[in-house]
Structures are given as C-alpha cells and as structure tokens.
C-alpha cells in the first residue's frame, strides 16, 4: 500500500479548512484516511497544527509527502 500525507477538506463553501491526513495514495481527496496527524487553516496560515513525531514516524516506514504539505511544514 503506498501512503501519502496529504490535505483534505473539512471547512464549508469559501471557508476552507483542512486536516493534514494519512491516507492510501489511491484514495479520493475527502475518502477516508488512516490517521490525522495536524490541520491548516489557509485564511489564516499561522493557524496550524502538525503532531512531527507521527509525521516522522510515517516518513519512516514509507509515506511521501504532497507538495502542499511539504511547503506548509517548512
């Protein structure tokens, strides 16, 4: 199974809001997830919330990471 730590959308219409989420790279965007592991809020981008010790641990056994969430974590 390849894993991707991706972002996928919680908030409602013109309100954006995501979670930072585990997931099965074959998943849709919003389908399920195997762990949340943070979440971005991109109207205001010093609102964020990423757990690095899990992030790290996904990083290890294999999971890459999007482009999105690797700007947003630098």
Known sequence: MATVI???RVG???KPFYRIVV???RKRRDGGW???IGYYNPL???IK???KERMQYWIS???KMS???RAITQ
């Open 6 to 8: 991706r972002l996928t």
């Open 12 to 14: 409602r219409k013109k």
């Open 23 to 25: 997931t099965d790279s």
């Open 34 to 36: 195997i762990e949340s």
């Open 44 to 46: 205001k981008p010093d």
């Open 49 to 51: 919330n990423i757990n």
């Open 61 to 63: 056994v294999g999971a």
């Open 67 to 69: 482009d999105r969430v």
